[in-house]
């Protein structure tokens, strides 16, 4: 049963709507613009451009803008992905209009004044070096440009200080131009109305916007290079990231992937990773594994922290792990309990309905479908003990793996 409804306004932006007999609302406003769009030496530009809509805008200015939805006890927010640009709300259902009205405004009306620019390089150049501060962050990041060598997927979502520091108002406007399109921006609703009203009010405020659908040229990145990379920090323990690119949103095997992350070294205590080598041995306090889908491909890591001395065999105990899931089919009984536990999951993170509405309309705007989660379930559930071992044996293929050391100096 579908539970949603959209609409198309006749400038390309498409509105969703989720009922909830709630007293909040959640909504969202994403735009399929993120970091891997960005040019040549305007790493962060997404980034920043989404720190400055909260600045002046032709009809507000900066305290304006942030009291707007603060006045009346809301939550606003915005986030900057590799592909996306995503502000949101949460709300009483009755100042869901001050929250559309603040969004067009910003969103479409923001002026970039050079001050304000000025200011939030400062931002943003204490956010890098808050960064660079927490290895457990940074070497993500490392990870990543190693991944995607050369390719714009790779490059660290705030940018450099070099790249910050330079710039402008134009390369704002320009990427803008070449980026937002009209055409893939959705406005989400999570809430209790009446959808008539939804449109309505999608009309009063974003049905103006005048059309705009450039095209853009996403080039999906090559096969990475294996390999082992140390680095030293100054810092007191070893961290270690190790894994690969992987299957993109639409791929077949991403529902398989998903389900073997889970059952590697995802939610709970009684992932794989965590039994062997936090439980039985005690070597890391921190050990999980992660799979993010992109449009073109996707990225499988395995992350943990230890003491300098304990990492080879914190190591040696993941690809040990690894090599089971790429040598031993899941029993029956395995593989129905990985399949009950992530369902179950799954139907808890539904209660977070922010998250919930700002996944659907990336899946909106991605793939123009929503799945229900009985849909998500079925394909889970249709997902075989010999896919999950030709998945291991290509994801996990020893001699496609990066490896990736922070170890003190």
Excluded at 23 to 44: L, P
Excluded at 149 to 177: E, W, Y
């Amino acid at each position: 049963m579908i539970d949603y409804q959209a609409y198309t306004l006749p400038n390309g932006i498409r509105i969703l709507y989720k009922h909830a007999p709630f007293a909040i609302t959640h909504c969202c406003f994403i735009v399929n613009a993120g970091s891997r769009d960005e040019g040549e030496h305007q790493e962060g530009l997404a980034h920043f451009i989404e720190h400055l809509l909260f600045k002046e805008t032709e009809r507000r200015s900066t305290n304006q803008i942030l009291n707007r939805l603060e006045l009346v006890g809301a939550d606003l927010n915005a986030y900057t992905t590799k592909e996306y640009t995503c502000i949101h709300a949460s709300l009483l259902n009755q100042h869901l209009e001050r929250s559309m009205d603040l969004f067009e405004d910003i969103l479409f009306h923001s002026t970039f004044p050079e001050d304000e620019q000025e200011k939030e390089k400062g931002v943003i150049l204490d956010e890098i070096a808050s960064y660079l501060d927490q290895p457990e962050e940074a070497i993500q990041d490392d990870f990543e440009e190693l991944l995607f060598k050369g390719h714009p997927i790779g490059n660290n979502i705030l940018g450099t200080t070099d790249s910050v520091g330079r710039m402008n108002g134009d390369d704002i406007r320009a990427f803008i131009r070449a980026n937002y399109s009209t055409s893939e921006m959705i406005f989400a609703v999570h809430g209790n109305y009446d959808f008539k009203k939804i449109i309505k009010l999608s009309e009063k405020y974003f049905g103006g916007i005048a059309a705009h659908h450039p095209q853009k040229n996403r080039i999906a990145p090559q096969a990475n290079q294996n390999g082992i990379h140390i680095v030293k920090k100054p810092i007191s323990q070893t961290h270690c990231i190790i894994g690969n690119q992987a299957y993109s949103s639409s791929h077949q095997h991403k529902s398989g992937l998903l389900l073997l992350n889970n059952l590697l070294g995802g939610m709970g205590m009684s992932s794989r990773l965590n039994l062997e080598i936090r439980e039985k041995y005690g070597i890391a306090y921190t050990i999980e594994s992660n799979y993010t889908t992109l449009t073109d491909t996707g990225i499988f890591s395995i992350y943990f922290g230890t003491d300098a001395e304990k990492a080879e065999k914190a190591s040696r105990l993941v690809h040990k792990e690894l090599k089971k899931l790429r040598d031993q089919k899941l029993g029956t009984l395995q593989l129905h309990q990985a399949k009950e536990k992530f369902i179950g999951q799954i139907a808890l993170a539904e209660e977070n309905r922010m998250s919930l509405i700002i996944s659907m309309a990336k899946s909106l705007l991605d793939f123009n479908h929503i799945d229900t989660l009985e849909d998500v379930f079925a394909k889970i559930n249709a997902v075989t003990a010999d896919q999950l071992l030709e998945i291991s044996n290509e994801i996990f293929d020893i001699d496609k793996l990066i490896t990736l050391n922070f170890e003190p100096k």
